[in-house]
T-cell receptor, first 117, second 110 residues
């Protein structure tokens, strides 16, 4: 299995530009999570999907952020317009939710290092 | 209280020693727990999961869970320089998402 695949690995953009991050979860996994990691705030959950449906987006910082999952094998996280404070590493993760989900394990992609100048 | 709290470290141990990493949690994330290892510039990698009181061993790693005291720990025996990384504790409550601690940076000195 190729694991969770994210693209691009690095993104450098100017303030005000639109940024789109992409994720392909592990085949067969039914849940997908977007996390953001910074030195100051650590790993923060932005949004997660179950069976392609957004379940909890309470971590999305503001309306500039949006996420979609049009099918089981693809998700995007979009920032429009981008700001310097959005600079962080954005991780996508997927899991297979079974039953109570107590032992449900999360597998992370390699991340996208975003720099907004 | 934060939902998952860790000592940020840094923690340094000599090669061959036991490294002990600790984490406390709130009632909201009390169902199951996970330890992830993250090398610099890399993504978090799952090491162990635990959801029952007591110890769970996997090779050189032992996870310990004490629900009465609300703490979970990770012991690394015979520490190696390759174990040098940031270790993230994560907890799950009734909601399915994981909540992560801020991580403890471990350095194993040759």
């Amino acid at each position: 299995d190729a694991g969770v695949i994210q693209s691009p690995r690095h993104e450098v953009t100017e303030m005000g530009q639109e940024v789109t991050l992409r994720c392909k979860p592990i085949s067969g996994h039914n849940s997908l999570f977007w996390y953001r990691q910074t030195m100051m705030r650590g790993l923060e959950l932005l949004i997660y999907f179950n069976n392609n449906v957004p379940i909890d987006d309470s971590g999305m910082p503001e309306d500039r952020f949006s996420a979609k999952m049009p099918n089981a094998s693809f998700s995007t996280l979009k920032i429009q317009p981008s700001e310097p404070r959005d600079s962080a590493v954005y991780f996508c993760a997927s899991s297979l939710a079974v039953g109570r989900g107590r032992d449900e394990k999360l597998f992370f992609g390699s991340g996208t290092q975003l720099s907004v100048l | 209280q934060k939902e998952v709290e860790q000592n940020s470290g840094p923690l340094s141990v000599p090669e061959g020693a036991i490294a002990s990493l600790n984490c406390t949690y709130s009632d909201r994330v009390s169902q199951s727990f996970f330890w992830y290892r993250q090398y610099s510039g890399k993504s978090p990698e799952l090491i162990m999961s635990i959801y029952s009181n007591g110890d769970k061993e996997d090779g050189r790693f032992t996870a310990q869970l004490n629900k009465a005291s609300q703490y979970v720990s990770l012991l690394i025996r015979d520490s190696q320089p390759s174990d040098s990384a940031t270790y993230l504790c994560a907890g799950r409550g009734s909601a399915r998402q994981l909540t992560f601690g801020s991580g403890t940076q471990l350095t194993v000195l040759p």
